[in-house]
């Protein structure tokens, strides 16, 4: 990835990041925490990754994504609405009675999302049945399905991963936002899912641990992951709960609230001077 690229993305992460201040603050709840954890995966997939089309939001041949961590719909909601699926208004709109955007992803009102999700564990259940289909109708489309670290303690997300390797499923390909933090407090406090490395070793996965808010490292991941065969890939993306928001980083507290009107400012005004700095570069 050459300089000007990776310029590019990173002002898209930085305009996802306000899109999902801009909509957790407009709704009064929602969160924030993790939406900002996985903005730079969010914006990878969609802006370089992905083989999806907003104009043909339903083409068969497309590249799936599921949001198994669904509360984090926020963040999945601003990288749709800048790649073009819906109008970046509709962020304002979260959560409100009538409108779009609800507070976890529904594949029926919502052009660009795949799967409805939000009980945990469910999503990468529904993205084997995605890939495991893929293999069956001889199609080269590939399933991306982003889980929470906490949501690791469900125990459906290993009978999935026991599925997916049973099946072979290369096409598909799962992301750990590894950010240490879930509503309850610290991970490795609550649940204790690590080693996940090697849990996921252990049911037949390729394994790849990564920062994941470096893009090179994004990439060359993904890159890797496709060329994996006879097997699924699992990429543990290492990252901060509340990135690009100072107060809010690494802070267990903003998992699932939304900030008031100072704080909402605050938010803005450093994501809008980051945002320059990085157009200015």
Known sequence: MNNMEKKELRILACKVRRGVVEGVYHAKSGHP?????????FTYL????????????KDENRDRFVLSKGHCAPGLYAALALK??????ELKKLRHIGAMLQGHPDMKGTPGVDMSSGSLGQGISAACGMAIAGKMDKKDYRVYTLLGDGELEEGQVW????????????NLCVIVDSNGLQIDGPVAEVGGPEPIDEKFR??????????GH????????????????????VIIAKTIKGKGVSYMENQVGWHGKAPNDEQYAAAMQELNTALSGLEAE
């Open 159 to 170: 009978e999935a991963a026991m599925f997916a390797a049973h099946h072979k499923l290369d």
């Open 46 to 57: 969609y802006f370089k990754e992905m083989r999806v089309d907003p104009k043909n939001p």
């Open 202 to 211: 252990s049911f037949g996965f390729d394994v790849q641990v990564i920062d």
């Open 33 to 41: 925490g993790g939406s900002l954890s996985a903005a730079d995966i």
């Open 84 to 89: 073009g699926y819906f109008p970046e208004e």
């Open 214 to 233: 470096d893009f090179d490292a994004i990439e060359a991941a993904l890159a890797h992951a496709k060329t994996v065969k006879g097997k699924p890939s």
